[in-house]
Each structure stands twice: as structure tokens, then as C-alpha cells.
């Protein structure tokens, strides 16, 4: 197996993110069953919106300590930024001649970041589920870890390798593996703390609609105690937080962090008002999560580091790439 996974850098790491992707990360790396793992920063991903070019790289830096603040070990798994690997870019562009416009059009999150504006977006928002085919293809990646949100773009990344095979491979050797989803049993599904009808996001213009893993334990417990909620006390079974999503997304968090289920946490708390079940719940996320920033804090500001982790990372990822770039180069008649 060779598993192949990025994140953007723009904004910092959220609970949602740990929860939803970064937790899972660390436990397949410790559980050494997944053959190589390859994790990465997509900071060409980030270009295709509009960027300030210092955020960019900081953000880059800050990712990555943030990852090995939550446990990711670069000496067991790839860890590197995407612009330390040409091979990337290189290869979205021979793909460019095999996906199709029809397929990019169809794409949701085109829709819904280039808006009513589609004449103003960057040709890069337009072609990043190209770019992230090349991500996986390039290893030959045989399982990536997505959420519900990113299975579209797999499958595009499925049928442009399924063509390119089809079009300039034979069926004994085709040049692109086609990649199988992970999607882990225990992944959570974290929402706003605003909105519970939202996911919890980076790029929410409010600080309190999300838990940073950068807080400190009084932000934390701010945050918790101004989330929104409801005037009913949480049931004490499952189907009563039908209709009612910030209580639903407290309790699942409850339940993700704790590693229990949601009918256990009402079970035990079933009854109460959120006025007790708020600092509880604030107490067990800066237990948890109080190494992770005090971990992350400690790393952030050795850029030194970092840029050795990247710089090692990405030699390896470079080592990976390039026998199946010369293979695509090859297959599509390219002299080099």
C-alpha cells in the first residue's frame, strides 16, 4: 500500500482538521499496516485563489509543525511541501491533455468557490482537481484518505488515469495505479461553533465559529462557553438531537475527543443543561489538546527545522516521482 494525502496552508489547523483528518494520519502511521505514507502541504493548491505571498510561506511552515505537534513522525512518513516537488505541476500539465473541460465544469467546489464570478477565477481554481490527480497519480498512490467533500475529486482522478491508461498504455502495463478511498470509521465530522449546519472551517471570517489548535486553555474554554447551543437540556438518547445541530456538534465532539460514542456522552450528561455540560466539555479539549499546542508553540518559530523536515521530506518525494513522470513522458511520445 502507498497512501498520498496534502492539506492547504491557509489558515491555521482547527479542531475540525485534527478530528477529521489529522487524527486518523497518526494512527496509521503508528499503526504499520498502511506501507509508505506520503503527507503534504499543498502550497501550489493555494495559489489559485488570491494569497499574500508571506502568509503563504509562513502558513507553510506553521502546517507543518502543527502536524508534528499532533503526532506525524518525518522520520516514518513523507512529509514535504508540493513546490519543493516540480514533478507536480509537471505532470498536471501533461494530464491537462486528458481531462476533460465537461469534467472540471461538473466539479462542486469550482461551483461554489468561483461563485457567479467563473469569468474572473484563475485558470488554476478551474484546473486544482488536475493538479490534485498529479498529486496522487505521481506515487502511484493505491489509497487516499478522503471525507464526503473529496470523493468527487478522487473519482476524477480515477477516470483521468483511466483514460490515460486507456488512451497511451497497454492493459498489461498501465502507467497510472488508480487510487481507492479510505474513508476511516472514526472520522468526525466537526461543525461551526456558530452554525451548526456548517462545517468548522479555516476560512470562516470568525475566530469563534472554530477551535485553533493554536489556543491557549482560556480561548479554548471561551469559545466552548460562547458556542452556540440551544435553551433544552441534552436528551439523553441519540434520536432526541434530531433538529437540534449545535447540541448534535457538541456532543460529537464530546464523544471523538473523549473516543467514546455520542449515546455514551448522553448517557452520562443526558439531563443536563449546556450551563454544566459546556466547561466540561472545555476541560476534557484542553486536556487533550493542551500537548499539541504547547508542542506546536515550541516548534513554530524554528524555521530551521522545519525547513529541514520539508527539505528531507521532499527529496524522498522527488526519489518517488520521477520514475513514473518518465513514464507518462514516455507514453505520450515526449522526447526529453
Excluded at 509562513?58 to 513522525?73: M, R, S, Y
Excluded at 485558470?123 to 496522487?136: E, G, H, N, S
Aim: proline share 6%; charged share 25%; net charge negative.
Amino acid at each position: 500500500m502507498r497512501v498520498v494525502s496534502g492539506i492547504q496552508p491557509t489558515g491555521q489547523l482547527h479542531l475540525g482538521n485534527y478530528l477529521g483528518a489529522i487524527r486518523n494520519w497518526v494512527a496509521m502511521q503508528d499503526s504499520g499496516e498502511f506501507g509508505d505514507l506520503l503527507y503534504f502541504v499543498a502550497d501550489l493548491h493555494a495559489i489559485s485563489l488570491p494569497h499574500d505571498p508571506k502568509a503563504l510561506r509562513d502558513g507553510t511552515l506553521e502546517i507543518v509543525a502543527a502536524l508534528i505537534a499532533c503526532g506525524l513522525d518525518p522520520d516514518k512518513v513523507t512529509l514535504f511541501n508540493q513546490a519543493q516537488v516540480p514533478q507536480h505541476a509537471e505532470l498536471q500539465w501533461l494530464l491537462n491533455g486528458t481531462a476533460r473541460m465537461g469534467w472540471l465544469n461538473r466539479m462542486t467546489q469550482w461551483k461554489d468557490k468561483a461563485g457567479k464570478n467563473r469569468e474572473g477565477a484563475s485558470i488554476a481554481l478551474f484546473a486544482y482537481p488536475v493538479l490534485q490527480a498529479a498529486d496522487v497519480l505521481l506515487y502511484q498512490a493505491t489509497h487516499v484518505p478522503v471525507g464526503e467533500d473529496q470523493k468527487q475529486h478522487l473519482e476524477l482522478a480515477r477516470d483521468i488515469a483511466q483514460k490515460f491508461n486507456n488512451d497511451f498504455a497497454s492493459e498489461d502495463a498501465p502507467v497510472f495505479t488508480l487510487p481507492d478511498p479510505i474513508i476511516p470509521e472514526a472520522t468526525a465530522r466537526i461543525m461551526s461553533l456558530r452554525d451548526g449546519s456548517k462545517k468548522m472551517s479555516k476560512s470562516d471570517p470568525s475566530e469563534a465559529s472554530r477551535i485553533n489548535l493554536a489556543d491557549d486553555v482560556d480561548t479554548i474554554a471561551q469559545k466552548i462557553r460562547k458556542a452556540k447551543t440551544d435553551p433544552e437540556p441534552l436528551p439523553s438518547e441519540v434520536a432526541g438531537l434530531a433538529d437540534r445541530p449545535e447540541a448534535a456538534n457538541l456532543v460529537g465532539i464530546y464523544a471523538a475527543m473523549a473516543g467514546t460514542s455520542s449515546a455514551a456522552v448522553l448517557a452520562e450528561h443526558g439531563g443536563q443543561g449546556f450551563g454544566q455540560f459546556k466547561p466540561a466539555l472545555g476541560e476534557l479539549l484542553a486536556a487533550k489538546l493542551g500537548p499539541i499546542t504547547a508542542r506546536f508553540r515550541e516548534l513554530k518559530d524554528d524555521r530551521t527545522a522545519l525547513d529541514h523536515v520539508l527539505a528531507k521530506g521532499a527529496e524522498k518525494a522527488r526519489a518517488l516521482a520521477v520514475p513514473t513522470l518518465d513514464a507518462t513522458y514516455k507514453a505520450l511520445g515526449l522526447v526529453r
